[in-house]
């Protein structure tokens, strides 16, 4: 859901990389990486199973040992989230931050000083380019680290001016005018060709994040009243086919990454009507459908899968909880309240996986962030490396297993802070 917590960084180019006149960066022609094995996590179970995955920007915490030079602070934490073992790695592509005037490439090596806004200890990296090599030294491994992309950050070059409420928005949150759908086409067709030049697969495509948060997409409605009609739809289905287009034999387009906002309120639209407002032929065409549910909140998944059955679709799609975690996230941000110590929210996060895992639908979860944003803090590690939340033993518990083995006892009981 944090596009605000992910800052973008790229280091200098490397072998077969030409540039483009103004000094932007264009890999050269590369071979297809090899596709990463995967479970079946595309496609609703038969039977109780439950991948797990993690969103994480800074390569020194995502790199293969001996692969990358990393700070002492970081090699520790970077062999922790390893022992998580996920099945897929969801990356952020800022499109505002990359693209901010329409004439230049994408710049897929922004510099990033790898703290965590301010907070040290730092490891700087350069963006997009750095994570995708983190990535590919991941995927070279073996099974598990399936590649996700998801867009958010629309540059005002290419927002399209719609009246309506747009409290709550931030100044990279619109729809795309019309002749910007092919600057956004050309920026994944970029993205996907700089991740085979570092050897990283990408298997998952996500057109946009909380498409129904006025943070990300605005405005959600013509007026701030909840009665009145989404907005939201019409544009994320432009991107959605946009961004369908441009994936090849082998690639998934996965919909949703939906906030969990349950019930229409003046300012977002909710997930059921959200599903109701999509066209049917785009909705049903995907085989997974993302949806965002943090621990002290509603779970999402029954009302997403109501919402999705009263479509009809032929074939059910898998659900995806593509963001999740436990602290006191903002409230704009977040709908998960309650949660009193690290401790009790571990315990909540457990309770929640088995539920997850006991629904055939569910088949992935995935924990945002490794390290702790301290403006969004659901982190597993504190922003200043200092400490582990109890949290982290719990998915690294979930990881070792098998995805359609028995839940892992608690471990909420022991470690962390």
């Not at 996500?206 to 013509?222: C, D, G, K, V």
């Not at 959200?274 to 085989?287: D, E, G, V």
Request: with cysteine.
């Amino acid at each position: 859901m944090r596009f605000a917590a992910v800052v973008v960084l790229v280091i200098a180019a490397v072998a077969l990389v030409v540039l483009l006149p103004g000094g932007k960066e264009r890999p050269a022609p590369a071979p297809e990486p090899t596709p990463v094995p995967t479970p079946a996590l595309d496609a609703a179970g038969r039977g109780p199973s439950l991948a797990v995955g993690i969103t994480e920007p800074n390569p020194s915490l995502v790199a293969a040992p001996l692969t990358r030079s990393v700070p002492r602070e970081f090699a520790r934490w970077r062999d922790a989230l390893a022992a998580i073992h996920p099945a897929v790695y969801r990356l952020v592509v800022p499109w505002s931050s990359v693209q901010p005037r329409p004439a230049a490439a994408p710049n897929l090596a922004l510099l990033n000083g790898g703290c965590m806004r301010a907070i040290p200890p730092c490891a700087a990296f350069a963006g997009l380019r750095d994570q995708l090599r983190a990535l590919a030294s991941r995927q070279k491994q073996g099974p598990g680290w399936a590649g996700m992309l998801v867009v958010t950050g629309m540059p005002p070059w290419a927002a399209r001016d719609v009246p309506g409420c747009r409290r709550g928005a931030s100044s990279t949150a619109a729809g795309p005018r019309t002749v910007a759908l092919r600057a956004y086409r050309s920026l994944l067709r970029y993205v996907l060709s700089v991740a085979r030049t570092e050897g990283a697969s990408i298997r998952y495509v996500s057109p946009w994040n909380e498409p129904n948060h006025p943070y990300f997409l605005a405005p959600q409605r013509a007026a701030c009243d909840p009665a009145s009609p989404t907005l939201a739809a019409a544009p994320y289905a432009a991107l959605a086919r946009a961004a369908r287009a441009e994936l090849a034999a082998g690639q998934e387009l996965v919909l949703g990454e939906t906030a969990g906002i349950l019930a229409p309120t003046r300012r977002a639209t909710s997930v059921p009507e959200f599903i109701r407002a999509l066209p049917r032929s785009l909705l049903c065409s995907a085989r997974v459908w993302s949806q965002h549910g943090y621990i002290g909140g509603s779970d999402p998944v029954p009302a997403v899968s109501a919402a999705l059955d009263a479509r009809r679709c032929r074939r059910r799609a898998a659900i995806w909880i593509t963001e999740t975690g436990v602290g006191p996230a903002p409230g704009g941000l977040s709908l998960a309240r309650g949660i009193t110590s690290p401790r009790q929210g571990c315990n909540l996060l457990h309770r929640q996986l088995v539920r997850w895992y006991e629904n055939p639908r569910v088949t992935l979860a995935v924990q945002y962030t490794f390290r702790e944003d301290n403006l969004f803090p659901t982190g597993l590690v504190t922003a200043d490396l200092a400490r582990a939340r109890p949290a982290l033993r719990e998915w690294q518990a979930w990881g070792a297993r098998r995805p359609d083995a028995r839940p892992p006892r608690s471990t909420c009981a022991r470690g962390g802070t």
